[in-house]
C-alpha cells in the first residue's frame, strides 16, 4: 500500500538553528500538507501547497517556516530559526483530487524534533 | 469550520462493539462527516467519511443522523489495536484543510 514517508524520524537541534524536514508524498498526490502536534496537545494545521504554491496557512506559520517541493518527489518544512517552542512532531500528509466526494489525507509517520 | 463534541475519552472491552458519537450541530449542508484516528506515536489515519447515507468500510461504520447534526462511528469488534485518539471532522469538499479538535480516547481492554 503507498504510504507518506518522513525524514528523519527525529531530529534533535540547538534553538537559533534551521532545520529541513523532509516528505516523500504519495506519487500521484496534488495536495500536500504539514501538520505538527506538541506534546500532549491537538494536532494542528501548519501549511497546505498544490501546483507549487502554498494554498493556505495557519497563524503559526510564521516568516520562520517554509515549504518547498525542489524535485517533484520531496515536500519539504524549513524552520529558519528554531525556538524551544518548536519542540513538537511534525506530520506531513498527501491527498489526491477526488472531485466533491471529499478528500482522504494520508499521513506520514511523522518528524519529532526537539530544540534544546 | 463546524464545531464538534466528542466524548473525552471511552473505554470498551475487546471483542465488543464500540459506539462512538459526534455532535456537530452546526455542520453545514455540503459538509462532509470525516473520521480519523491517531494510534500511540503514529500519524492520525483516514477511518471513513460520509455526507448523508450511513457508510460501511473495512474499519468501521459510520451512521449519520437524518438531520446531520450527530453521527456515531461504529467499530463491530474492538480489538486492542484499535485503542486511538478519535476525530469526527466536519469538512467541506474544498481545500480547505482538515482541523482536528481534541477527539475522543478510546482504550479497549483485553
Known amino acids: 500500500e503507498p504510504e507518506v514517508t518522513q525524514t528523519p524520524s527525529h531530529q534533535v537541534t540547538q534553538m537559533g538553528q534551521e532545520v529541513i524536514l523532509r516528505c516523500v508524498p504519495i506519487s500521484n498526490h496534488l495536495y500536500f500538507y504539514w501538520y505538527r502536534q506538541i506534546l500532549g496537545q491537538k494536532v494542528e494545521f501548519l501549511v497546505s501547497f498544490y501546483n507549487n504554491e502554498i494554498s493556505e496557512k495557519s497563524e503559526i506559520f510564521d516568516d520562520q517556516f517554509s515549504v518547498e517541493r525542489p524535485d517533484g518527489s520531496n515536500f519539504t518544512l524549513k524552520i529558519r530559526s528554531t525556538k524551544l517552542e518548536d519542540s513538537a512532531m511534525y506530520f506531513c500528509?498527501?491527498?489526491?483530487?477526488?472531485?466533491?466526494?471529499?478528500?482522504?489525507?494520508?499521513f506520514g509517520e511523522g518528524s519529532r524534533l526537539t530544540v534544546l | 469550520d463546524a464545531k464538534t463534541t466528542q466524548p473525552n475519552s471511552m473505554e470498551s472491552n475487546e471483542e465488543e462493539p464500540v459506539h462512538l458519537p459526534c455532535n456537530h450541530s452546526t455542520i453545514s449542508g455540503t459538509d462532509y462527516i470525516h473520521w480519523y484516528r491517531q494510534l500511540p506515536s503514529q500519524g492520525p489515519e483516514y477511518v471513513i467519511h460520509?455526507?448523508?447515507s450511513n457508510v460501511n468500510n473495512r474499519m468501521a461504520s459510520l451512521a449519520i443522523a437524518e438531520d446531520r447534526k450527530s453521527s456515531t462511528l461504529i467499530l463491530h469488534r474492538a480489538t486492542l489495536r484499535d485503542a486511538a485518539v478519535y476525530y469526527c471532522?466536519?469538512?467541506?469538499?474544498?481545500?480547505?484543510?482538515?482541523?482536528f479538535g481534541k477527539g475522543t480516547r478510546l482504550s479497549v481492554i483485553a
Open positions: 471532522i466536519p469538512h467541506d469538499s474544498g481545500n480547505t484543510p482538515l482541523v
Open positions: 500528509a498527501s491527498s489526491s483530487r477526488e472531485g466533491v466526494q471529499g478528500r482522504e489525507l494520508f
Open positions: 460520509g455526507l448523508t
